[in-house]
């Protein structure tokens, strides 16, 4: 049995032209052409190319701003195809195969060597 992941469908489902298909029904209350646009956004944001990605300040202005036209998204960073056992729930597949010592160590020969990335800390001060 094959599964994938929600962005996976997510972007399957709006390249198809079926995207409406990703809502929940009971949440018909809301307008469909907002959820839509939503979707959209958000497929904006996962776009390979980090340069085709919209700025915080962009995402705000496409999600209070109907007059805008959303450009077309490219493909997500990436696609997560998982094969399952049906018979076995997903956490316990998930924690035996990290839990594999030889599977581990294997992975990580073949891992790339890691690069320190910095991290910027911010202190919040209450007022």
């Known amino acids: 049995m094959m599964m994938e ?3 996976s469908h997510a972007w399957k489902s709006w390249r198809d032209g079926n995207a ?3 809502i929940d029904p009971t949440l018909c209350a809301t307008s469909i052409r907002d959820m839509m646009r939503c979707i959209h956004i958000g497929l904006l944001c996962v776009q390979e190319d980090l340069n085709e990605r919209p700025s915080m300040a962009s995402v705000i202005l496409m999600l209070s701003s109907f007059s805008l036209t959303l450009p077309i998204p490219s493909e997500p960073a990436f ?3 998982t094969s399952t056992n049906p018979e076995k729930p997903l956490f316990e ?3 035996s195969s990290t839990s594999d010592p030889s599977r581990l160590k294997s992975k ?3 891992s790339q060597p890691s690069v320190a990335s910095e991290i910027s800390m911010s202190d ?3 007022r």
Request: without cysteine; proline residues 0%.
């Open 5 to 7: 992941d929600l962005l």
């Open 79 to 81: 696609f997560m195809h």
């Open 20 to 22: 409406s298909t990703l």
């Open 93 to 95: 597949q998930y924690s």
């Open 108 to 110: 990580s020969r073949s």
């Open 124 to 126: 919040i001060y209450f």
